[in-house]
């Protein structure tokens, strides 16, 4: 696994420290967010505590809740802090890097259970208090005690503080357990790596928290799978890796084959292939930790060559003799015996094939029969590897060990086999369910302390606990002179005939009438049936198991000749040589049993757990197929048995269910009482006796103790939960709301505050701004009074910027002020005296332009009409005072239509051309009767008509002239040249439209200048030789008659503006 550590000096700032202030902050999140996750996820997986089931002495009950779990791949259960841990048979993805940082310095039960939840609490309880702990991983065979002790170590490994030094012990700690598997661990149908020997394992810690050095202690290493292996199992996988992965001159040099098959101790079980193991790559990495853990090379040779005898042994054949005795021939097995052990060939045959025995004073060799001899050998190969796995367990001890003296605190990791039952139980049965039975008995000595000093330190008086104490049972097995061992050891011991049903038979005697021992002798009827006459029954803690005696003493005895021990003293092997030290006991002492020995180092192992604080893992297993997602009931109902959970609980529930310190409980449940929210001012157990009071709880529910409140009944806590599940709703709408609320109202002061800086700030700049302009104006001002005091003087500083100003204002009042028409001559700006000049400049330029501008818009007819119009004008302006009236108005082309003419007339004068006519009012000549008649120019004359009658006809050439007065009449007097008295004089005639009438006629007639404008009086003829007058004057009103001196009286109104005629 490739291990990356969290990287802490290791002085100054310890783990502790960094842990608290790494996650202070996300520490407080998490408990608000987890805090007594057990409670809040209950009902979706199960309980997360068993100790808060409410039918917690029910098997059914604590078998449903892990079934829950199990199913939703939650496979860790609590009871109070032990775990409980269910094989998943599969990655579930929660032992990574961010698992163990989520678990590392959080409480226990803030989180999910995890068995990094324990391993950390394990390591700061270790901290806080500088005393040493133990984990005991309990479970039958592939319920996954060597995964746990694994994972816990691994999380060591990443969590504790790192140094290069630190390192290096944590990569020695790491590897060897592979070094360890490799040589214990071996197949079997339960379990493909499963670990033959009890293992307890030492962290020793330093007062920072650093992993200084560990150390190994190995527990009965089941030896006789070295030389046979049930169907399906193997031997220990060292034998496979060597064969399968060692290099090709190691193999040689050991005298080996690439091929299991060659071996006969490697093929006991028909099973030399597991698809699950690669002991290729395993061989690599054991090579590796061998190195990294500092065995030297010599060592690592010595090693495989005694890993490469015993298959050499293995294949040792013998032969019998003509008298049955066991013989060698000179096989090559022995030769490389010889060669790899260091001892003679020779010495090796005898060793293998006589046994020493002592007649009198004298020791003689006596020889084996082929079944002696094959014994013998298979017990040569165990004890071989049996104390080279010793050997090997010292050597790590020795690269673990710790040589600082300074003080140290322990971690021990206890992977023990569990209780077994098998259809057939025997020796080795027999000694793990007694260490089962043992440790059984620390437990409930420990928790039961434990339980005890809790309720001492908090003043809660103790209530005695109703449970089964397994003592009677340690004491049935253990017990010196009575106990089962001792009567095996006896029966070992003693001379004479000793076997098995001997051994049984002296049970029979001494332990009958125990009530937790039966054999078929001393059954009842009833039971009787289930026993068979070589069987004795024992009724554990965690049921009956029925004892096959078969083995019983051999397996007991274990033993190994002592010449052949001689033999191994000789050994040149470094490892083989100091396995069988010259100063082992002889033979005259027995050495001790098996049972005996491991009864003492069980003896040993509880001094060793009993001085420390105890953590529980029982782990079990889903199904017997290692099968991901199968659980079993009736397996796992026999495990929960088998591992004393029921024991467990009931012991952990025989007060109280739940206890909590009172800061913890206060700042959970406070918001269900008025008064403990949201502040509480008092300590924190008033805090929590309040709470409780309004909640309700009844005297005999809980318990008040020093620093922690002790709930009876899990059904109490949970309606307290329930009731804040409800109230945390509530209390979360109100917080919103204030929160909201809080929000908004820093949002608006905000705002309020932008926006009295935005209006300040637009108020000075608007202030500014005014100040500025009036300071401008102020001085415009100035300038313009200085320019108008100074207008009329020579132009100077000044003046100059005034005057440009009256200049432009004038130009641009004059452009809206200038004369619509050129005719208007009133319409100009008074100019003031700087711009007279210019004014006239612009006035007359104006004029022109206007004048040009009206002349290049006349179109030529009006052109035309204009010129005669400007004839008009050089004949009357300003002689006659009508004339001005009649400029505006337009001359036409003639006043009576052609049809309006008569038609007689028309024809009469049409050769002639007509270009104008005029209806005219004639005066007689005689008494100036008026008459209406047409006047019409043709291109030679002039008629004047009445209807079809030419009244007169004038020719141009006769016309001597024509006279209007200068008054505002419409009078005028054609004088016509009479030769004779007939023909008719000149023609007084009133015509409306006398000035267009008279230009036409000058037009006509080609005759410019013969009309005549006469001021007071015209004199006409009336035939030739005889005259008349026309008199004009202005009067009141237009009055035409014969006044008294026989004159016509033309009197017309002055017209108004004599200005006007003038222009
Ligand atoms: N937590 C786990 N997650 C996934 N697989 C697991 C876990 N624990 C155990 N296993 C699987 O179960 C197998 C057996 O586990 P392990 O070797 O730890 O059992 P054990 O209890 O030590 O058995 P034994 O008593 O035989 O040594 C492992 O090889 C692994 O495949
Ligand atoms: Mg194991």
């Known amino acids: 696994m490739q291990i990356t550590t969290r990287k802490t000096g290791h002085s100054g700032t310890g783990h502790m420290k960094t842990l608290k202030h790494v996650s202070l902050e996300e520490r407080c999140n998490r408990i608000l967010r987890d805090m007594e996750g057990s409670l809040t996820a209950r009902d979706r997986v199960g309980i997360q505590d068993f100790v808060l089931l409410d039918a917690y002495t029910s098997e059914s009950a604590v078998l449903d809740n892990l079934r829950k779990r199990f199913n939703e791949n939650l496979i860790y259960t609590y009871i109070g802090t032990l775990l409980v841990s269910v094989n998943p048979y599969k990655e579930l993805g929660i032992y990574t890097k961010k698992q163990m940082d989520i678990y590392m310095g959080v409480n226990f039960f803030e989180l999910p259970p995890h068995i990094y939840a324990l391993a950390d609490n394990v390591y700061r309880t270790m901290l806080t208090e500088t005393n040493n702990h133990f984990i005991l991983i309990s479970g039958e065979s592939g319920a996954g005690k060597t995964e746990a002790s694994k994972k816990i170590l691994q999380f060591y490994a990443v969590s504790c503080p790192s140094t290069k030094l630190l390192d290096n012990v944590r990569d020695r700690l790491l590897l060897s357990n592979p070094v360890l598997e490799a040589f214990g661990n071996a197949k079997t149908l339960k379990n493909d790596n499963s670990s033959r020997f009890g293992k307890y394992m030492d962290i020793q810690f330093d007062h920072m928290g650093g992993a200084v050095g560990g150390h190994i202690l190995s527990y009965l290493l089941e030896k006789s799978r070295v030389v046979h292996q049930n169907h399906g199992e193997r031997s220990f996988h060292i034998f496979y890796q060597l064969v399968e992965g060692g290099e090709e001159d190691l193999l040689r040099w050991l005298g080996l084959e690439r091929n299991c098959q060659r071996y006969s101790y490697l093929v006991q079980g028909e099973c030399a292939k597991v698809s699950s193991v690669n002991d290729k790559s395993d061989w690599k990495t054991v090579r590796k930790a061998l190195s990294v853990i500092e065995f030297s090379e010599s060592n690592i040779e010595s090693l495989f060559a005694i890993i490469a005898s015993v298959l050499h042994l293995g294949n040792v054949t013998f032969v019998a003799d003509s008298q049955g005795y066991a013989t060698l021939n000179n096989s090559p097995e022995i030769h490389w015996l010889s060669k790899l052990l260091g001892i003679p060939a020779q010495v090796i045959q005898v060793g293998l094939t006589h046994r020493k025995i002592e007649a009198r004073s004298e020791e003689v060799l006596s020889p084996f029969t082929v079944d002696q001899a094959v014994y013998a050998k298979d017990a040569l190969a165990k004890a071989i590897y049996g104390r080279t796995f010793t050997w090997l367990v010292n050597e790590l001890n020795e690269s673990l060990a710790n040589k600082d003296s300074s003080r140290k605190t322990v971690i021990g990791l206890l992977d023990i086999y569990g209780f077994e039952v098998f259809s057939v139980n025997s020796f080795e049965q027999f000694c793990i369910n007694y260490c089962n039975e043992k440790l059984q008995q620390l437990f409930i000595q420990l928790t039961l302390k434990s339980e005890q000093e809790e309720y001492e330190m908090e003043g809660i008086e103790w209530e005695s606990v109703p449970y089964f104490n397994n003592k009677i049972i340690c004491d049935l097995v253990e017990e010196k002179f009575k106990g089962i061992i001792s ?577």
């Open 487 to 1063: 009567v095996l050891d006896e029966e070992c011991l003693r001379p004479g005939e000793a076997t098995d049903m001997t051994f049984l038979e002296k049970l029979e005697e001494k332990m009958g009438g125990h009530p937790h021992f039966v054999t078929h002798k001393l059954a009842d009827q009833k039971t009787r049936k289930t026993l068979e006459r070589g069987d004795f029954r024992l009724l554990h803690y965690a049921g009956e198991v029925t004892y096959s005696v078969v083995g019983f003493l051999d397996k007991n005895n274990d033993l190994l000749y002592r010449n052949i021990k001689e033999v191994m003293r000789q050994s040149k092997n470094a490892i083989v040589k100091h396995c069988f030290p010259s100063t082992e006991p002889d033979s005259k002492k027995r050495p001790e049993t098996v049972a005996t020995q491991f009864k003492s180092s069980l003896v040993g192992l509880t001094e060793i757990l009993m001085s420390k604080e105890p953590w529980y893992v029982r782990c079990m297993k889903p199904n017997e197929g290692k099968q991901p997602g199968l659980f079993d009931d009736v397996l796992v109902r026999h495990q929960v048995k088998y591992l004393g959970l029921m024991e467990h609980l009931r012991v952990r529930r025989a007060g109280f269910a739940y206890r909590r310190r009172y800061e913890i409980f206060l700042q959970r449940y406070k918001p269900l009482c008025p008064d403990t929210w949201p502040n509480w001012k008092g300590t924190a157990a008033e805090g929590v006796e309040c709470l409780v009071k309004h909640l309700g709880y009844k005297p005999d529910e809980y318990k008040m103790g020093r620093t922690k409140i002790f709930i009876r009944h899990p059904r109490t806590l949970f309606a307290t939960e329930d009731a804040f599940e409800v109230c945390k709703h509530e209390l979360a709408t109100r917080i919103q709301a204030k929160y909201k609320g809080y929000r908004v109202k820093g949002d608006y002061m905000r705002q309020r505050q932008a926006a009295t800086k935005i209006e300040t700030c637009w108020r000075g700049m608007k202030a500014r701004r005014e100040r500025e302009k009036r300071a401008w104006a102020v001085k415009v001002i100035k300038r313009f009074i200085k320019g108008f005091m100074t207008r009329n003087q020579p132009a100077c500083v000044d003046n100059t910027e005034y005057l440009a100003f009256v200049r432009q204002n004038y130009l641009t009042r004059l452009k809206e002020n200038l004369p619509k028409t050129v005719v208007d001559k009133n319409t100009w700006l008074t100019p003031p005296p700087i711009m007279q000049e210019a004014s006239q400049m612009l006035r007359k330029l104006y004029t022109r332009h206007m004048v040009r501008r009206y002349v290049q818009g006349i179109m030529t007819e009006r052109k035309a009409q204009l010129q005669i119009k400007g004839l008009t004008s050089s004949i009357f302006k300003g002689t006659k005072e009508n004339y001005p009236h009649s400029v505006g108005i337009p001359f036409v082309d003639t006043r009576i239509s052609e049809e309006d003419i008569h038609i007689k007339v028309y024809q009469m004068i049409r050769q002639e051309r007509i270009k104008y006519s005029v209806p005219v009012v004639k005066y007689d000549r005689n008494g100036f009767r008026p008459r209406f008649r047409q006047l019409i120019y043709t291109g030679s004359a002039a008629y004047l008509v009445e209807e079809a009658k030419i009244k007169q006809r004038v020719e141009f050439n006769n016309l001597k002239g024509v006279s209007v007065s200068t008054l505002s009449d419409n009078f005028l007097i054609l004088h016509v040249q009479c030769e004779d008295i007939k023909q008719k004089g000149d023609l007084v005639l009133q015509c409306d439209y006398l000035f267009e009438a008279l230009t036409k006629l000058c037009l006509v007639a080609n005759k410019h200048n013969f009309i005549k404008v006469v001021q007071g009086s015209v004199k006409f003829d009336i035939q030739p030789g005889r005259e008349g007058f026309v008199d004009f004057k202005s009067g009141q009103e237009t009055m035409i008659y014969r006044a008294k001196n026989g004159h016509l009286m033309v009197e017309s109104t002055r017209t108004k503006s004599r200005a006007m005629i003038q222009n």
